[in-house]
């Protein structure tokens, strides 16, 4: 049975919801009991049906296989979450402020005039982040 308060959240409050309810002493014994390590094969497997999904150019399997990527990083964080080590809110800010680094040509005083220029300012900002020196992926 649903909580009266869960008709009132936000979708992605409602799933956050859903995975700790999974997760808690009252909800499912085979959730409660998984590790980033044994649903790892999980996120394996979801992305490679995404992928396939991409390749097939249907929304109707992208949409299905984008949600259960999207539950395994749901699952992934609630995990480290419940261990003290970050959130969905960390993974989410990391995330957003990532995409504010590496796109200086949008939200900087830099100008890319061409998706060439662009890559070169993403690559820079990675080299920098990461700590590489030569070429960053």
């Known amino acids: 049975m649903l909580d009266s308060a869960y008709a009132d959240l936000s979708r992605w409050d409602r799933l956050l919801w859903l995975m700790a309810k999974l997760r808690s002493p009252e909800g499912c014994p085979w959730d409660r009991e ?7 094969g999980n996120l394996e497997e979801e992305c490679g049906e995404l992928l396939e999904a991409i390749d097939a150019d249907s929304d109707a399997m992208m949409r299905e296989e984008l949600g259960d990527v999207l539950l395994q990083v749901i699952f992934h964080a609630r995990i480290a979450e419940e261990a003290g080590r970050f959130s969905i809110n ?5 995330l957003a402020e ?8 949008v939200f900087g005083g830099q100008k890319a005039g061409s ?17 590489y020196s030569g070429n960053a992926p």
């Open 115 to 131: 998706i060439e220029e662009a890559l070169t300012f993403w690559k820079e900002a990675k080299k920098q982040e990461k700590g």
């Open 34 to 40: 998984q590790t980033h390590l044994s649903i790892r």
């Open 90 to 94: 960390d993974v989410l800010d990391g």
């Open 98 to 105: 990532k995409l504010l680094r590496r796109h200086p040509h």
